[in-house]
């Protein structure tokens, strides 16, 4: 354990400490309380980055290959870039 000092909204304090009278009956475990809401966080904080890693893998999972199996980015590019051009030439443009 380390010992430290933290600053706490006095509306936030006070629902700590009636927290830990009701839980513990003593305010003495009011750190014991602030250590579990701290490990609680935690847990739901890297829950959540897990869920939103696993979410953008599978977007790029979906998105990849877009333009159709078997070709390339660079191919597809080139395709539409030709037809382009080649609407352009018909337009006489």
Known sequence: MVKTTINLEGQLYKKLVKEALERYGKTRSFSKLVNEK??????????????????????????????GKGESGREYVRKIRNEEEKRLQKMGL
């Open 38 to 67: 701290l490990k609680e966080a935690e847990k739901i904080s890297s829950k959540s980055k897990s869920s939103n890693v696993k979410m953008r893998k599978s977007v790029v999972e979906m998105a990849f290959g877009i333009w």
